[in-house]
């Protein structure tokens, strides 16, 4: 009667509730990174409670099983910081306390190795190099201070170490009846649709988790084995830092080798080449061989989709942003094809009711 079109208005009432959440959500985004790597930690450790659930009494509680899985979890973490704890922190110690003999450019010339056939050029590729380095050291000190306040702004928060744990252990305990009382709010038309995305969804972070989990700890025994082997310095060092950027999607790896090579150089490591070619063969076999074999299907996303998805989540949450861009257009992709069609995009079924 007024012009009034009721389609038009339901179109501008879902954007404007999208628009709302979406607002709601960017102004708690500290409490849901919590929240979020809480279902990551929470991923990690269901498969062990499953496994205890299986061959457990049955009148034994589940409560039970989970506690068992997080004093066992403990321990690993805690033998882990014992057995190597104490030498990468010795070892970064040393580094922090011969970096500006290192890199002092009249040190420079002596130390780092060049292949014979470049010996005649030394006095014009080291001129260059302590040319960068003078440059890049007056931008250092600014950098080195932005990271001194993120190291301080993370050790404030180090309740986050104990709400993280103390979160996975109440969603591996609620998660089912969660998912039971949402599935069943819902009508009997959208249910079956949901109840297929969560499925999907449910496999895809149970891979994607324990994959990175896999290819974080190849990467750091295989490097420190490696670089101790090659006689590299700080090799236990270089090899934790390698394995803890493995989680972010191609930023982490390219910037270990940048650092590994560097600090290699730097130190007057005389086998450059042959470290560059290891790391290259190992970057090779992972990347076509252990990581497909590890994600399995479901978390394959386009080439250039990861590349635009690092950049937008660089911009939207910088680091944490980069680490959760590719999970988050594999579920974007989950969500559009289930939508699309209501058969399973991901074979098996899922090892989490979360």
């Known amino acids: 009667m007024f012009g009034f079109d009721v389609r038009i208005a339901r179109v501008v009432w879902t954007g404007l509730l999208v628009a709302f959440f979406l607002f709601v959500a960017y102004s708690v985004r500290s409490t849901l990174l ?5 279902i990551f930690f929470s991923y990690l450790l269901y498969p062990l409670v499953g496994l205890i659930e299986r061959f457990k009494p049955l009148r034994v509680p589940r409560t039970v099983s989970i506690a068992i899985v997080f004093i066992f979890a403990v321990l690993v973490f805690g033998a882990a910081g014992a057995l190597f704890g104490s030498t990468i922190t010795e070892e970064a110690m040393r580094l922090s306390q011969q970096l500006p003999t290192l890199l002092d450019p009249a040190n420079i010339s002596a130390r780092i190795p060049l292949p014979g ?7 014009q590729i080291l001129a260059f190099v302590t040319e960068q380095v003078q440059h890049g050291t007056g931008q250092a000190l600014p950098m080195a201070q932005r990271l001194g306040m993120e ?3 993370v050790a404030t928060n180090l309740i986050y170490l104990i709400l993280i744990p103390v ?10 009846l969660l998912r039971a009382e949402f599935l069943s709010s819902l009508g009997a038309a959208s249910a079956p649709l949901w109840r297929g995305i969560l499925e999907d969804l449910d496999v895809l972070l149970s891979k994607y988790v324990r994959a990175l989990l896999l290819l974080s700890m190849a990467t750091f025994v295989v490097y420190s084995l490696v670089f101790s082997a090659l ?3 700080y090799s236990l060092l270089l090899a934790g830092v390698a394995g803890l950027l493995e989680v972010i999607p191609f930023v982490g790896p390219l910037s270990a080798v940048l650092i590994i090579l560097c600090v290699s150089a730097f130190s007057g490591f005389p086998h450059l080449l042959w470290l560059l070619v290891f790391i290259i063969a190992y970057r ?3 990347d076509y061989v252990l990581s497909p074999m590890l994600m399995s299907e479901g978390v394959e996303v386009s080439p250039l989709l990861v590349i635009v998805g690092l950049l937008a989540g660089d911009e939207l949450a910088g680091v944490i942003g980069i680490f959760l861009s590719v999970p988050v257009l594999a579920a974007i992709k989950i969500l559009i094809v289930r939508v699309r069609s209501p058969r399973p995009l991901i074979e098996g079924t899922a090892d989490a009711s979360h």
Not at 34 to 38: D, I, M, R, S
Not at 117 to 123: M, V, W
């Open 231 to 233: 006689g590299v310095p």
């Open 151 to 153: 190291v301080m702004h």
């Open 117 to 123: 056939f470049l010996e005649a050029q030394r006095a």
């Open 284 to 286: 090779m076999f992972q």
């Open 167 to 176: 979160l996975s252990f109440l969603l591996i305990k609620e998660a089912p």
């Open 34 to 38: 919590v929240v979020v790597f809480a």
